[in-house]
Every structure is written in C-alpha cells, then in structure tokens.
C-alpha cells in the first residue's frame, strides 16, 4: 500500500521559517506531479505548490509565492519562509499521475489526486 508521510509540522512565531517533509518508502513518483495542499479549519483544502517527479518544473499558489519553496530528492520538501498567521493550516502531500503539469495541480478536481498524506499541523502565532 502507498503511504505518504508528512512531518516537519509545529508551532512557530511569525516571521519564522519551517520545513516540510513527505517521504514514499519504496516509491519515487517520478513519472507524477507531486504537491502540497493546505486546509484550514472550516475551510477547503488548498494548492500550496507542486513539483513535477522528475524535478525541476515548480508551480505556487499567489499566497505563498516567493516565501516557499518546493523540492524533492528522495522525500517532498516545502520550505516555509517569513510565515504568517494565515499560513496556519493542516498541509498535505499529495501525488497526481493525471496532472500533466505542477501548474494544473492548482486547478485540478482534488477528487483524482492518486494519493495523499494524513497530514501535518501548521500553527503560526502572531
């Protein structure tokens, strides 16, 4: 069975910085778009960012854009930077073969999102 694995979640003041982990044991999801989506409490899940398997290729949301930044090497990364108040949230990982782009993770029905991540708490104070 495929698990995604988040950590790297916690409590943090803002201003300050956090990192993301997802790791797949046994899997490397090259041949995917691989992302992170956000949900707040009472609020819908999110697109955060999204990284195509094979590298390179990076998409994010307006929100986020130039303080977080995707990677991957043998796990999925999301560095946080300069965090704010609204970035608290729930953030999953998340893996997608029909997505034939990180740009149309963004926009893509969340219901053919192949696999995701239990998810890991966000909090930051202000």
């Known amino acids: 069975q495929v698990q995604l694995v988040e950590s790297g979640g916690g409590l943090v003041q803002a201003g300050g910085s956090l990192r993301l982990s997802c790791t797949f044991p046994?899997?490397?999801?090259?041949?995917?778009?691989l992302g992170w989506f956000r949900q707040a409490p009472g609020l819908e899940r999110d697109f955060v960012a999204a990284?195509?398997?094979?590298?390179g290729n990076k998409y994010y949301a307006d929100s986020v854009n130039g303080r977080f930044t995707v990677s991957r090497d043998n796990a999925l990364y999301l560095q946080m930077n300069n965090l704010k108040p609204e970035d608290t949230a729930v953030y999953y990982c998340?893996?997608?073969?029909?997505?034939?782009?990180?740009?149309?993770?963004?926009?893509?029905?969340?219901?053919?999102?192949?696999?995701w991540g239990k998810g890991t708490l966000v909090s930051v104070s202000a």
């Open positions: 990284i195509r398997g094979s590298g």
């Open positions: 046994g899997r490397t999801f090259s041949n995917y778009i």
């Open positions: 998340a893996a997608c073969w029909k997505c034939s782009t990180p740009r149309t993770m963004a926009r893509v029905d969340l219901n053919i999102i192949d696999y």
